[in-house]
């Protein structure tokens, strides 16, 4: 770190220009730009450690460093890894959309890397008073002092993807995962657990929030371990580094980009632009609050935050200033990290004006789907917000894939037994055509998940009817009580062998729908080895063995891994698959000639009663037969099978059967079981797929 400078030895500062924002190396010093429209002061902060009390200089801008509402200034002399910050002079006025407090240290919007004082307080920064020591603090980074080795974002086309939601710190942070307690839980601790990604037949992991979060933002006594809780949209989180020096983290991060890609993996980063960790009026002024609250976050009439993310506040999206904040974020994590997409949480707060209101058309959205940057990145849409803006089918744009809710809950309610779920369940398998079929949008629109972190995962899903979060400390109420989950006859974990082997079937019927419905599947972390959270559908402040990946499971479970990853090869065969096409969810499910079926061929019961299924389709070359037939009854129910034409000389081979023990119950098609006659018994709540090669005629 650079020694303590002193004012009159330190070489002269200039006035300095208003871009790029944040801190820029040039010419043998340091360019510092930051939006502030309605500060009268505005001071520069250096420090030499990030746990001292007051900067070691403080540096008061004047008119002459000024443009506009942008206040910059160039100190010569200064390096990467200088810590600094910001402290803004002006009114408090909440009324007004003003809450300056001149006694707390702000971090740079702009910040690329973010120290962490070992007193950190979200406390100090609500109290009165001076707040240095117990701050966040931004540092000045040479973004291109890297070596990529030619790294490049793989561009994989949806239809190839499968995407592994997982948590940085909870696939690692386990004891039982073999790493030193330096790496577990960190970047570094990820690269080490590759291969088992490999192995699994992953194309993508979808991260939990990694921009620098507050950990504080939680109960008493708890912590906010989801991530959900910003306070910069450039910096990677240091908490989930193995070494801790600001500028390693950085490195620390792009080790684990490269390493992933270099596997074939693509990195799709949870991110947060609807919200931040200062909260409501009673919150923390860490860095928006404090530089131009009124522009940053939506406002009512009388200064109160509005708070459509449930969080708090919520983000000013669509103002110019908030919208070229995500653009510049999105731009660096893509140009400088070389992430290969995005899922935006809450997305739908997005489509909201500066007053909440739902835009037609928001700005912000089309900027970012209209970026030429951006182009060819992922970017999924989580399409509703926590104030009942629900957008699942009709989010803006053409490149925007969604979280498709409605699969989840469709899927769900079908395997659990519910009446009236037939029909539903008829378009999710085919890629939702009621949702995406009316708008020229590709066959992997819909992203298709029964689980993610927010709610049950799939084991719990099967073990538990209600929620069990008493360990989050509010009595139980947080979380969701629409889970349609079903414990299959005992409420937790379970002795009865009768129950344990019907849970494992319920497991394999979601897995097998979910990978095997036209769409882009996605997994949760631990899914594939029966991970539970003891029934707690809402662990985002658990730091803990409840959201932790438990590797001993991996052993324990190994026939469902094997079960997954037979899914994911199996989806490998599909032309729609194999090649990339540029045909739309309608022409794809024309093309393949998708019959439904019921019991009888060509006669699906759709009816409130029904609980079973059978779809056929073709390959798009006409190569390849799929039969897939779903029997949610609690009685075996025999499926009439569709003939064959002539060129189809191997016959229907079985080749998933959920009700079979392993390794049985998902086989390659060298090995599969040939089916003849006319019918194919599908036994009670379990699941059929068979394929047969066709010979195209000449």
């Known amino acids: 770190m650079l020694p303590p400078m002193n004012a009159t030895l330190a070489p002269r500062i ?23 429209r309605s500060a009268e002061a505005l001071e520069l902060l250096l420090y030499d450690h990030v746990d001292d009390a007051e900067p070691s200089r403080s540096i008061v801008l004047n008119a002459g460093h000024r443009t506009y509402h942008y206040r910059h200034v160039f100190v010569p002399g200064l390096e990467a890894g200088q810590i600094y910050a910001w402290r803004a002079h002006g009114p408090f006025e909440p009324a007004r959309g003003l809450r300056f407090d001149a006694d707390k240290v702000l971090l740079d919007p702009y910040g690329r890397a973010v120290a962490v004082p070992r007193a950190v307080s979200r406390a100090a920064a609500r109290a009165p008073g001076r707040n240095d020591a117990h701050a966040c603090k931004s540092v000045v980074a040479d973004v291109d002092r890297y070596d990529w080795e030619g790294d490049r974002p793989l561009r994989r086309p949806f239809a190839q993807t499968v995407i592994y939601e997982m948590h940085v710190r909870g696939f690692t942070a386990h004891p039982s995962s073999g790493l030193d307690a330096a790496r577990r839980g960190t970047y570094a601790g990820l690269v080490e657990k590759i291969p088992y990604l490999r192995q699994l037949g992953v194309t993508a992991v979808e991260l939990l929030p990694v921009f620098q979060f507050d950990p504080e933002d939680a109960p008493p006594e708890l912590v906010n371990y989801w991530g959900y809780a910003p306070i910069s949209f450039f910096a990677p989180h240091a908490g989930y580094a193995a070494r ?28 947060v632009f609807n919200h931040t960790a200062e909260g409501n009026e009673h919150g923390p002024t860490l860095s928006l609050r404090g530089l131009e609250n009124g522009v940053y976050y939506m406002l009512d009439h009388d200064g109160r935050y509005q708070n459509f993310s449930g969080c708090g506040n919520t983000l000013n999206a669509n103002h110019a200033i908030v919208r070229r904040m995500i653009l510049d974020s999105l731009h660096y994590w893509v140009q400088v990290m070389h992430v290969d997409g995005f899922r935006f949480d809450l997305a739908s707060i997005l489509a909201r004006d500066e007053q909440g209101h739902p835009l037609a058309n928001p700005p912000v959205l089309w900027d970012i789907e209209s970026d030429p940057v951006l182009a060819g990145t992922k970017l999924i849409a989580e399409a509703w917000d926590a104030a009942g803006l629900y957008q699942v089918g009709h989010f803006v744009g053409d490149s925007w894939k969604e979280w498709n809710g409605h699969f989840r809950d469709d899927v769900r309610a079908f395997v659990r037994g519910d009446h009236g779920t037939v029909k539903r369940l008829a378009d999710r398998l085919v890629g939702s055509p009621d949702l995406y079929g009316g708008r020229p949008r590709e066959p992997a629109q819909s992203i298709n998940f029964v689980t993610s972190h927010d709610g049950f995962t799939l084991e719990d899903l099967v073990s538990y009817d209600r929620k069990h979060n008493e360990a989050n400390g509010e009595d139980n109420r947080d979380g969701s009580d629409h889970n349609l989950s079903w414990n299959c006859g005992a409420e937790g974990p379970s002795d009865d062998p009768a129950v344990n082997a019907l849970r494992t079937k319920q497991v394999k019927n979601l897995l097998a729908i979910n990978f095997l419905s036209l769409g882009t599947p996605m997994l949760l972390m631990g899914d594939e080895v029966r991970r539970t959270q003891g029934g707690n559908n809402n662990a985002y402040c658990q730091d803990n ?40 969810l309608a022409q794809v499910i024309a093309g393949a000639q998708v019959q439904l079926h019921g019991v009888h061929l060509g006669q699906p019961d759709l009816g409130h009663e029904s609980h079973s299924l ?38 229907w081979l079985r080749i998933v059967d959920t009700a079979r023990a392993a390794p049985h119950d998902i086989v ?29 005629p000449a």
């Not at 006409?622 to 099978?641: V, Y």
Request: aromatic share 6%; net charge negative.
């Open 14 to 36: 200039e006035p300095g220009l208003p871009h790029p924002l944040g801190a820029t190396l040039r010419d043998g010093g340091v360019n510092f730009s930051i939006y502030s």
């Open 244 to 271: 801790r020096e600001p500028l390693a983290v950085l490195d620390e991060f792009r080790d684990m980009v490269k390493a992933l890609h270099r596997a074939g993996i693509e990195v799709i980063l949870d991110v």
């Open 545 to 584: 063995a409840i959201s932790w990946f438990d590797w001993s499971l991996v052993e324990r479970h190994a026939d469902l891994s094997r079960f997954v990853g037979g899914l994911i090869r199996l989806r490998g065969i599909r032309d729609s698959v194999r090649e990339q096409t540029r045909l739309t």
């Open 614 to 651: 059978a779809v056929t389709a073709s390959s798009l070359g006409g190569d390849l037969l799929m039969h897939f037939a779903l029997n949610a009854w609690r009685e075996p129910l025999d499926f009439a099978l569709p003939p064959l034409p002539a060129g189809a000389a191997g016959g």
């Open 668 to 696: 390659e098609p060298a090995q599969a079981e040939r089916m003849d006659g006319p019918l194919h018994r599908v036994e009670p709540r379990s699941c059929v797929a068979l394929i047969a090669r066709v010979r195209p």
